[in-house]
């Protein structure tokens, strides 16, 4: 079956643009998870979606991120007026919601952001 | 917070070779999940250890979660360039769900010279 898409696989802006990245889970994930990943370092946590809960904002690192998912499905990440320190690999991943299993989490192959 | 310290960072090694890389915290995790990470590609999980003293096996990877839940190792018997990459740790805790229950570390690369 169809993993998790993301697009566009590549993004090249400005400082001080607007962008938005886009997310497709498996279909039948409940839960879907934003990370972020800068050169060389592990996953640091953003968003987290869980069916039509409100979402977990608390690792967005500033407000100029927003999420959102529509439908319980496709879900998209805003960024606004970029920094360069924005620039990183940013990574989508879906799970079956099931708290008496260990979460596997399924990964995009990601977005790569470079601000100039 | 829940840090998982990975060691080593970074790791060239020739085909052939055994290697051992390690996932420690101060804290108590759930279960403990290994994925591993190639260039341009999303982590993939490899495995998930969930009952303190688990032992898996993986072809030539060996996996074990510690006695207590804070750590966890992974070692690769007679390393191949296909195992290139990067291999990264994730705790996971039942707090209710969410996306709190699951720490990442910041991984160790893993470079097989053939």
């Known amino acids: 079956g169809a993993g998790v898409s993301q697009s566009p696989s590549n993004k090249v802006t400005e400082k001080g643009k607007d962008v938005e990245l886009r997310c497709d889970p498996i279909?039948?994930?409940?839960?879907l998870y934003w990370y972020r990943q800068s050169l060389g370092q592990g996953l640091e946590f953003l968003i987290y979606?869980?069916?039509?809960?409100?979402?977990?904002k608390s690792g967005l690192p500033s407000d100029r991120f927003s999420a959102e998912r529509t439908g319980g499905s496709v879900s998209t990440l805003t960024i606004q007026r970029t920094q360069q320190e924005d620039s990183a690999v940013y990574l989508c991943?879906?799970?079956?919601?099931?708290?008496?299993?260990?979460?596997?989490?399924?990964f995009g192959p990601g977005t790569r952001l470079t601000v100039l | 917070t829940q840090l998982l310290e990975q060691s080593p960072q970074f790791l060239s090694i020739q085909e052939g070779e055994n290697l051992t890389v390690y996932c420690n915290s101060s804290?108590?995790?759930?279960?403990l999940q290994w994925y591993r990470q190639e260039p341009g590609e999303g982590p993939v999980l490899l495995v998930t250890?969930?009952?303190?003293?688990e032992v898996k096996k993986l072809k030539r990877l060996t996996f074990q979660f510690g006695d207590a839940r804070k750590d966890s190792s992974l070692h690769i018997t007679a390393a191949q360039p296909g195992d290139t990459g990067l291999y990264l740790c994730?705790?996971?805790?039942?707090?209710?769900?969410?996306?709190?229950?699951?720490?990442f570390g910041k991984g160790t690369h893993l470079i097989i010279q053939p």
């Open positions: 991943a879906s799970s079956l919601f099931d708290l008496r299993l260990a979460k596997e989490q399924f």
């Open positions: 279909s039948g994930h409940t839960a």
């Open positions: 979606f869980q069916g039509n809960s409100a979402p977990d």
């Open positions: 804290s108590v995790f759930s279960s």
């Open positions: 250890v969930v009952t303190g003293g």
């Open positions: 994730a705790g996971v805790t039942y707090s209710g769900g969410g996306a709190d229950g699951l720490t």
